[in-house]
């Protein structure tokens, strides 16, 4: 990986998982991390704790990231307290496996509301940081997708 010394980082859904993961990767490139969650509050502290370790500087942010004012305060909190961010990580996603045809519509809104407009509203809330400073990336991975695949076929 590049070396991301003085880079910020944001990445939803950080808490466990490959978000985890990919926030204790990024800090270890050099990045500072802002780690999101929904309600592990624990796990996010460790996250924050594996990277402060490495010299890094890292803060925990709970935010629903599909509601838009919540995903504008959590912006804000990343600026205040890390600076502008260079890297957005949209790792926050849900799954429910079942078949197709079991999927209840309010389920499916659920869905579609946590794992696509989430990562439409937060980067829309760093995409124009990014561009005036004519750098960054924006990384979007719904971590639950591999786990969801399922074969069609007649049984």
Aim: proline share 2%; net charge positive; glycine share 10%.
């Amino acid at each position: 990986m590049a070396d991301l010394t003085n880079c910020v980082a944001l990445v939803t859904g950080a808490s466990r998982g490959i978000g985890a993961g990919i926030a204790v990767a990024l800090a270890t490139a050099g990045a500072n991390v802002a780690v999101n969650y929904l309600d592990r509050t624990d796990a996010a502290s460790a996250v924050c704790g594996k990277i402060t370790t490495m010299g890094r500087k890292a803060i925990a942010l709970q935010a629903d990231v599909s509601i838009g004012t919540e995903v504008g305060r959590m912006v804000a909190a990343v600026e205040k307290s890390l600076g502008s961010i260079h890297i957005l990580v949209n790792n926050a996603a849900i799954a429910k496996p079942r078949q197709l045809e079991d999927i209840p519509e309010q389920e499916w809104d659920e869905i579609l509301i946590v794992n696509l407009k989430s990562a439409f509203l937060v980067t829309q809330a760093v995409i124009g940081a990014m561009r005036k400073r004519k750098w960054g990336r924006i990384i979007s991975l719904p971590s639950v997708a591999a786990q969801t695949g399922g074969a069609v076929g007649a049984h």
